[in-house]
């Protein structure tokens, strides 16, 4: 017989393993829940799962919540990722439509597309959000690393308009519904670049001392809450897994691009004295423990900014040559000289 586990995000807790009739009995208290089973390739509401439905169906004088949380939805907005190892994100809107992003993300915009910068994160923009609402959004973004405020792109005009966001740096453009993903991503400090109107960038504490000093990001990740569509960056290219109950993958620290509320974090040293010191990975590795999905990316900026630190002129003198056994006579030989 199957046995089911259930996520209720609002908590952040995970229940299981239960039968069927504890797992309807379940869906019928908590029908906002996250649902996994085997076989099942991901989590999912318990609302789209045929055994759980009925029981999971609120009486008929019932309205059903709008959005994510009872909020207003996000914009359904439209959309194409450009290019491969340098990626952009073009964002096509609809009169009245609006999407988010970070200061300095804007690549190109419509002229009929109006640009207004807003404080926090935008999801309290014309939904009535009070001062004390608008300044916890903004110190959740200082706390992420983010600045104080956030652009928003408005459809002023007729017809379709277009406005594109670019990253920092190289690496990947993720493309996230939220709703399918539970409703939250935790995700790496910086990572959010754009993403539709109504979607809520919070902040998520490591609640472990030891996974907050050594976990690679610190005690304080990016949270995304919503039901919209959200763009995350990654530095080079990013792989994919998806964890059942209970199995664990051990990564570089700073290679966790994102993960599922469901999925467990934790950081432990790495075994045997030799690998720690003379390894070159460092002291700890992040584990991840499912059940839930997780993105890797392959070239963390810390990672790419270190090496190009090490190249770096060292007290005004040239910079040094990667992996040149003739050194300064290399440099002599291979034409590119200041003499």
């Known amino acids: 017989m199957s046995q089911w586990f259930f996520h209720t995000p609002?908590?952040?807790?995970?229940?299981?393993?239960?039968?069927?009739a504890a797992a309807q009995a379940f869906a019928q208290r908590t029908p906002g829940a996250l649902a996994w089973r085997e076989g099942m390739r991901e989590w999912k509401p318990v609302r789209e799962l045929p055994e759980l439905a009925d029981a999971a169906t609120p009486?008929?004088?019932?309205?059903?919540?709008?959005?994510?949380?009872?909020?207003?939805?996000?914009?359904?907005?439209?959309?194409?990722?450009?290019?491969?190892?340098?990626?952009?994100?073009?964002?096509?809107l609809d009169p009245g439509e609006s999407a988010i992003a970070e200061a300095g993300a804007l690549m190109f915009k419509d002229s009929a597309v109006q640009?207004?910068?807003?404080?926090?994160?935008?999801?309290?923009?014309?939904?009535?959000?009070?001062?004390?609402?608008?300044?916890?959004?903004a110190g959740k973004r200082v706390l992420t690393g983010e600045s104080l405020f956030t652009t928003m792109y408005t459809h002023t005009g007729?017809?379709?308009?277009?406005?594109?966001?670019?990253?920092?740096?190289?690496?990947?453009?993720?493309?996230m519904k939220l709703d399918e993903h539970g409703g939250r991503l935790i995700c790496q400090k910086d990572s959010f670049l754009?993403?539709?109107?109504?979607?809520?960038?919070?902040?998520?504490?490591?609640?472990?001392?030891?996974?907050g000093l050594f976990g690679g990001e610190g005690f304080i990740m990016q949270k995304l809450e919503g039901d919209g569509w959200v763009f995350v960056h990654a530095g080079g290219c990013v792989v994919e897994r998806e964890?059942?109950?209970?199995?664990?993958?051990?990564?570089?620290t700073g290679c966790v691009v994102a993960y599922h509320a469901s999925v467990n974090m934790e950081v432990r040293p790495v075994s045997g004295i030799k690998s720690m010191f003379f390894g070159g990975e460092g002291v700890f590795l992040a584990t991840l423990t499912g059940p839930g999905k997780v993105w890797l990316q392959s070239l963390p900026f810390s990672r790419l900014a270190g090496r190009m630190l090490q190249a770096a002129p060292q007290g005004g003198g040239q910079a040094r040559g990667e992996g040149s056994v003739l050194g300064g006579l290399g440099r002599i030989l291979d034409g590119d000289n200041s003499f």
Do not use: C, W
């Open 10 to 20: 609002a908590d952040n807790q995970r229940h299981g393993p239960l039968d069927e």
């Open 59 to 92: 009486p008929p004088h019932l309205p059903p919540l709008p959005g994510a949380g009872g909020r207003r939805g996000a914009d359904e907005i439209d959309f194409r990722i450009v290019g491969h190892e340098m990626q952009f994100v073009e964002v096509e």
């Open 115 to 137: 640009m207004d910068t807003v404080f926090g994160d935008g999801s309290h923009s014309g939904q009535g959000g009070g001062l004390m609402d608008k300044l916890f959004s």
């Open 158 to 175: 007729q017809g379709k308009a277009k406005v594109a966001f670019a990253a920092p740096y190289p690496g990947t453009v993720l493309a």
């Open 194 to 211: 754009a993403g539709a109107r109504g979607v809520t960038v919070g902040i998520h504490l490591q609640r472990k001392i030891l996974t």
């Open 243 to 252: 964890l059942k109950a209970g199995e664990r993958i051990d990564v570089d």
